[in-house]
């Protein structure tokens, strides 16, 4: 019985724990559906007056264009999705299957890149976004978020599991080269697609420092920005900021609730090769 | 044979170009500014190494290094331990459904913006109307200025950064312990070895890659975190929370000094470059038997 024991101790700490990582999120949204009287209330009361007081939701769309800035976030995030699912296949087949001078000098000076931190080049970066006119434009703001390194990787590694037999045999029968690849290549590393898509879209969706840069103008603000708008206030509204982060955090929190396997591949693949 | 060459480089040049014109260009540029002193009208002139000079021996700039070490000191060893007792904690439990359930709240943070994050955790730590402060109060002990002290702020900061990244990691080590072939365990408990001699001399080791990575991934983030900071204490209270990437932000993009932020941005790149490069060293070679 020595081992039940040990186990029921096990489970409890990992409950425990999960509850006091899950907390935050409670808070946040039982404090999106109180007024300010409440959240300044001595001795703080847990629960909201009202459950059903939507109240701060609507002030925080009628106070800023949080729509709009919803809006902005799910087009970049999603263009940046697909821009990188597409780019980082073409490369990830180049990588994975052809032999061409150079080859692997090019994919590890890609790999490389994963020690560049963005910082580093956000000035130059910054000053020819500046020079073509794209400041404040959601060209602008995708400017570095077409491609990742990580989406490379990871097709790379997918595409080198599809068997170059069935590459052969469609060559044989006559394919070109592009065809192969989107008739033979694409359709069998779908949960790579997946996985790289989901994963991009919420990464870029999380953003912050870039379009902070780049944005100006309330209309062309990114959900993060948004955000932070929120606070730059002498006192700061904790019920709005709070519905502002709950309406934020939805739509990446419904992809992850939903796709969980896909993003959990993310994780274990950038993870188990170092 | 010259036609599959010919794709190949086809299918990879679209990745290549476009990182090149991104990341490699921008880094050279970086390189390059930090030699030149730029005029607000848009002139620039060669300073050689005068920019370093000044940017070096400006005991801000120091003072924001020891801000960042700091901040990593401070979450980098606490996230990887408990990320790593987490993951052997899921690992034992029986049921798989509560294991994922357990599993998905614990990477929660991850999924959702740093900038949410924060100010959800500012709320939390608010000196007057925070949770935290009533629990403490709860406890009979005086309320806390969390982001607001010199003390406190550091400190208060990195356990945010800790909560939103413990799930990432605890991900990675929970793969890896799902790796590890069972037969290991039976022969080293029928050699005798006791519970902590088994994570001593078989789990550990076998996890050596993954702490390595952990290690490389928890100080790359730390040393970058910027959103965290920037949402809730803008690197205040009197600099007490100024990390080396605000003040990068605020001489580019504040006072338009870019000379000297390029300066900084090349200090960033090869101190991520020299900690990972020996962090590399020093433990891969520990994995080799």
Redesign the interface.
């Known amino acids: 019985m020595k081992n039940g024991w040990r186990h029921l101790v096990v489970v409890g700490l990992v409950a425990a724990g999960g509850l006091v990582v899950f907390f935050p999120f409670f808070w946040m949204a039982v404090t999106s559906l109180k007024t300010v009287p409440e959240i300044q209330r001595i001795p703080l009361r847990v629960a909201p007056d009202r459950w059903t007081n939507f109240d701060n939701y609507r002030e925080v769309f009628q106070r800023q264009p949080f729509g709009r800035f919803m809006l902005n976030s799910a087009l970049v995030a999603s263009v940046s999705a697909v821009s990188s699912l597409l780019v980082s296949s073409l490369a990830g087949y180049g990588f994975a299957k052809f032999r061409f001078p150079g080859r692997d000098i090019l994919f590890f000076g890609i790999i490389g890149i994963l020690m560049v931190p963005f910082q580093s080049v956000v000035v130059p970066l910054y000053l020819w976004v500046n020079r073509l006119g794209l400041l404040d434009t959601y060209a602008g703001i995708l400017a570095p978020d077409l491609v990742s390194v990580f989406g490379v990787f990871l097709m790379r590694q997918a595409i080198e599991m599809v068997p170059t037999d069935y590459i052969e045999a469609a060559r044989i029968d006559g394919g070109s080269e592009f065809g192969i690849f989107w008739r033979v290549v694409l359709p069998s590393v779908a949960p790579a697609m997946a996985t790289l898509v989901i994963i991009k879209f919420m990464w870029t969706w999380n953003e912050l420092f870039w379009p902070l840069v780049v944005i100006n103008s309330p209309e062309m603000k990114v959900v993060t920005l948004g955000l932070v708008s929120f606070t730059n206030m002498y006192f700061i509204e904790y019920n709005l900021v709070t519905a502002a982060a709950v309406v934020s955090i939805l739509p990446v929190l419904a992809i992850f609730l939903l796709c969980q396997r896909w993003v959990v591949r993310a994780v274990v693949m950038s993870g188990l090769k170092g | 044979m010259d036609?599959?060459?010919?794709?190949?480089?086809?299918?990879?040049l679209?990745?290549?170009a476009?990182?090149t014109c991104?990341?490699?260009?921008?880094?050279a540029?970086?390189l390059l500014?930090s030699f030149y002193r730029t005029q607000p009208g848009g002139a620039s002139q060669f300073v050689g190494s005068r920019l370093y000079v000044k940017v070096l021996t400006d005991p801000t700039f120091w003072q924001t290094v020891r801000n960042t070490v700091t901040l990593l000191f401070m979450s980098v060893p606490l996230t990887a331990v408990l990320a790593l007792a987490?993951a052997l904690?899921?690992h034992?439990?029986?049921s798989l459904r509560?294991r994922?359930v357990?599993?998905?709240?614990?990477?929660?943070?991850f999924?959702?913006?740093?900038?949410?994050?924060a100010?959800?955790?500012?709320?939390?730590y608010?000196p007057?109307?925070g949770?935290l402060n009533?629990l403490l109060g709860h406890l009979g002990l005086p309320p806390l200025k969390w982001l607001q002290s010199l003390d406190l702020v550091l400190p208060s900061l990195a356990l945010i950064n800790v909560?939103a990244r413990?799930?990432?990691d605890t991900?990675?080590f929970l793969?890896?312990l799902q790796?590890i072939p069972g037969e290991y365990y039976e022969a080293a408990s029928i050699d005798g070895a006791g519970r902590w001699q088994m994570f001593g001399r078989v789990t550990l080791p076998l996890l050596n890659?993954?702490i390595?990575?952990?290690a490389i991934?928890e100080i790359?983030f730390n040393?970058?975190v910027?959103?965290t900071v920037?949402?809730t204490t803008q690197g205040g209270p009197a600099s007490a929370s100024q990390t080396v990437?605000m003040l990068?932000?605020d001489t580019?993009?504040k006072f338009f000094r870019?000379g000297d932020?390029?300066v900084i941005?090349?200090f960033?790149?090869v101190s991520?470059?020299l900690l990972?490069l020996v962090q590399w060293r020093l433990f891969r070679r520990q994995v080799e038997y």
């Open positions: 036609r599959q060459r010919r794709a190949g480089l086809f299918f990879v679209p990745a290549v476009y990182f991104v990341f490699l260009i921008p880094l540029e970086s500014g987490v904690g899921l034992r439990l029986v509560w994922s357990w599993t998905a709240t614990y990477f929660l943070p999924s959702v913006s740093l900038v949410a994050a100010l959800v955790w500012q709320w939390i608010d007057v109307y949770v009533h909560w413990l799930g990432f991900l990675i793969a890896a790796a890659p993954q390595v990575m952990v991934l790359i040393f970058k910027f959103d920037y949402a990437i990068l932000y580019a993009f870019l932020a390029s941005a090349v960033v790149f991520l470059l990972t």
